[in-house]
């Protein structure tokens, strides 16, 4: 089967979504192609690895998304080729879809660099198939704990990268175990441990950052490895490039990422940093007008040589400033260069635990100040795809100043997120490779 619509898009995460409601509000024709059929949303990814969110609470149906957005059409379906030429891409299932426009909004995947038996035995953190993986290997092991079935260290983890990822997963870690062991669970918390090549945590934010993350999770417990990288995974230990050994059953990879698959192998895309698409600043890719590159897929120029990191305000506001850009040019108008409104960085350490470096100074904040400033930029970015931002933000506050140790659902029923009793908003998560 082969269709024509006004404008493909590529990937229903932040960046795509955005892009095209923004065009359905116009009453473009949108055809949203994702392999699954929900939005998810990883900035919360940890705490459904962490057992303080079930998997539905941060994934939402796309038909949901674009119920009242009539000229938008999704499609669940893989992506098996992109035709930059022709505008267009081929499905699993043999089908071709063009349009007058292609945009592409495909996000990233983990990146092992090739380090051996990374892809194999670590677990990443990129989809919610992941992040429930993850959290039901954590749980089989505090099971086979609790019943003397294992040692006590078979709870030891490794969490490879010391970016906003590994900081956050590492903190919620470390309460978890500290919990678990309070409540009688387990004998004493599993050991936590942070492996980075570089010399500070949270290396992009500043150094009053490095020492607050630095602090705040080596008084949880944690162990910082700096200056160290892992140079192997097996399924019982990481072997690290100073010679030495950690045994484990789970090593966390927060350590990289580059753009999907079908970007890399795109025929007429030449990858750039990361494998992603270097695009011009008006955000389409070089020689074709008509295709634009946004998100996590790619490499978004801002000055002396520099792109903008992938994150989720880059995603969303990327996405709108393509939608104006077809727009503008449907209209005869030209394309306009790409404006971030820089909301700054921020990281989530823990319960009552967060670093903010804010506003086109970077002005640096931390604890429940940064908290704050970290729940407006993430209420901002989920109102891309909920109603009811409020349910998040309630949700959020009692997360952050919860007695985490009076509250571990480990298996009871964590707090949820009320986002909604319609059993229509519910997705469906397989735990396929996602
Ligand atoms: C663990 C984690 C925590 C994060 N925390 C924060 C945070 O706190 N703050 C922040 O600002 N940012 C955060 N980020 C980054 C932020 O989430 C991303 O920058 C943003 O979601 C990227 O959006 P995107 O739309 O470009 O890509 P994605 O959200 O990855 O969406 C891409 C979509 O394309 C689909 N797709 C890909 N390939 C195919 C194919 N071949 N066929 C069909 N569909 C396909 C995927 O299914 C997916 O839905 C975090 C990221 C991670 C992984």
């Known amino acids: 089967m082969t269709g024509q619509r006004d404008v493909v898009v590529l990937g229903g995460g932040l960046a795509g979504v955005a892009c095209a409601r923004r065009l359905g509000d116009e009453g473009i024709g949108v055809t949203l192609v994702d392999r699954n059929d929900y939005h998810q949303f990883q900035p919360l990814l940890y705490q459904v690895a962490t057992a303080q969110l079930p998997a539905e609470d941060i994934a939402r149906p796309h038909r949901v998304i674009f119920r009242d957005h009539p000229t938008v059409e999704v499609r669940t379906a893989r992506v098996t080729e992109l035709d930059v030429a022709g505008l267009g891409l081929t499905l699993a299932d043999g089908a071709k879809l063009s349009g007058s426009h292609l945009v592409i909004a495909a996000g990233a995947q983990p990146e092992f660099f090739g380090v051996p038996g990374a892809a194999e035995h670590a677990f990443p953190l990129y989809s919610v198939a992941d992040a429930v993986r993850l959290r039901r290997h954590v749980q089989d092991l505090v099971r086979a704990v ?184 449907r209209a005869g108008q030209p394309a306009k260069p790409f404006h971030y409104k820089d909301k700054g960085i921020m990281a989530m350490i823990g319960r009552n635990a967060a670093v903010a470096e804010v506003g086109k100074h970077r002005h640096q904040i931390d604890g429940p100040l940064a908290f704050a400033a970290w729940l407006g930029v993430h209420a901002m970015l989920l109102s891309g795809v909920h109603s009811k931002v409020d349910a998040f933000l309630s949700w959020a506050w009692d997360y952050f100043e919860r007695d985490h140790a009076a509250t571990v659902e480990w298996s009871a029923r964590p707090h949820r997120i009320v986002w909604s009793d319609d059993d229509a908003d519910h997705p469906h998560i397989s735990l396929g490779r996602s």
């Open 146 to 329: 609790a019943d003397k079935e294992l040692g006590q260290d078979a709870l030891d983890i490794v969490v490879v990268g010391g970016g906003p990822t590994g900081v956050e997963i590492t903190g919620a870690l470390t309460e978890l175990m500290a919990a678990l062991a309070s409540t009688d669970h387990i004998p004493h918390a599993g050991r936590i441990f942070l492996i980075d090549r570089g010399s500070a945590l949270l290396g992009a934010f500043s150094h009053r950052s490095h020492e607050y993350a630095h602090k705040r999770l080596t008084d949880h417990g944690a162990e910082p490895r700096l200056d160290t990288g892992v140079a192997a995974v097996h399924a019982d230990r990481v072997e690290l490039d100073d010679g030495t050994a950690i045994p484990t059953r789970t090593v966390i990879w927060g350590g990289g990422e580059s753009a999907a698959p079908v970007v890399q192998a795109a025929p007429g895309l030449e990858p750039g940093r990361g494998g992603r698409v270097d695009v011009l600043p008006d955000l389409t890719v070089k020689g074709h007008p008509d295709v634009y590159a946004i998100g996590d897929a790619a490499n978004i120029p801002v000055r002396h040589g520099k792109t903008l990191p992938q994150l989720g305000s880059v995603a969303q506001q990327s996405g709108e400033w393509a939608a104006a850009n077809i727009l503008r040019r």
